[in-house]
């Protein structure tokens, strides 16, 4: 890769196209990518793409009313990948367009069974895993939010974009791996990582800093990262990391307050030098990345 190129790269990543997704393209880990774009930087966003050699088509995406783009090198698939999204609904879209995006098939069939339950998505990829104390900070999809956009209002995500969310683009799988412990998707991972790692050192750090740490889950929108120790259903820290979500303030004072939380039947219990400062009556789960 060249300095031109890496320049784009940057550029492109700066106007929301990200740059794990691009080199995943350029490098032939998956044959095209899709994303919502705003059309004010339509053309700069073609010109840099063409420079990369690659394609992009867009059109408005029925549902949402947004204006949406299948990105990747052949154009025949960026059609073929458009012609699904517009033509096909429900179940029969999301295998068709999961397997076009290049996602793994058991992700996609396990998706399929929770989405037709209405599973909290993060939830069902620890349901599924066999040792929940360490998951492989690789898989850590929570900070993409594209991923589960479907479940949740704009209005969520219209706030994160408000609060300038500092974690919007941290991940190296593109997709809702089946359980955190999928080869497959562990297979994938490495991929993107050891090419960001070779050209893009600074951002595979920065990768680091948000996906290996554990996680205090309360929903999609709130949570909590932390330097901590995790031991079950505990967490003793020595500082949170807030990237600018919705996780309530009040809740977010007290625990910077504390240096321990005890999850107790669902509620969370925040200690400090082991007294407890307060109980809060929400669900929530610890999710140790490492």
């Known amino acids: 890769m060249n300095k031109i190129e890496a320049k784009y790269i940057n550029e492109l990543h700066v106007a929301g196209i990200w740059r794990q997704d691009l080199l995943s393209v350029i490098f032939n880990l998956r044959p095209c990518f899709r994303l919502e774009i705003n059309d004010k930087n339509l053309t700069f966003l073609?010109?840099?793409?063409?420079?990369?050699?690659?394609?992009?088509?867009?059109?408005?995406?029925?549902?949402?009313?947004?204006?949406?783009?299948?990105i990747g090198k052949n154009k025949l698939i960026l059609d073929q990948a458009k012609n699904i999204d517009l033509s096909f609904s429900g179940y029969h879209r999301i295998f068709k367009m999961g397997k076009i995006l290049g996602y793994p098939e058991c992700c996609i069939n396990e998706f399929i069974k929770e989405f037709i339950a209405r599973q909290n998505l993060p939830l069902f990829s620890l349901k599924n895993c066999i040792r929940k104390d360490k998951l492989d900070f690789k898989l850590n999809y929570l900070y993409s939010f594209e991923t589960?956009?479907?479940a949740h209002p704009s209005t969520e995500l219209n706030k994160l974009n408000r609060l300038d969310y500092l974690g919007w683009n941290k991940y190296l799988i593109p997709h809702i791996p089946c359980s955190f412990e999928c080869r497959t998707s562990k297979k994938y991972a490495q991929k993107p990582f050891s090419i960001i790692k070779k050209y893009s050192p600074n951002y595979v750090q920065e990768l680091k800093f948000y996906l290996k740490n554990p996680i205090l889950f309360i929903n999609d929108y709130e949570f909590i990262i932390f330097k901590g120790r995790v031991n079950n259903n505990s967490i003793i820290y020595k500082k949170i990391i807030n990237p600018n979500n919705l996780t309530k303030k009040p809740f977010l004072n007290m625990v910077n307050r504390g240096n321990q939380i005890v999850i107790n039947n669902g509620n969370i219990q925040v200690f400090k030098n082991n007294v407890l400062l307060k109980t809060f009556k929400k669900g929530a789960i610890l999710f140790n990345f490492k």
């Open 46 to 70: 073609k010109r840099r793409l063409s420079g990369l050699n690659l394609k992009m088509t867009t059109y408005i995406y029925p549902p949402a009313q947004k204006l949406t783009a299948i």
């Open 148 to 150: 589960r956009v479907l």
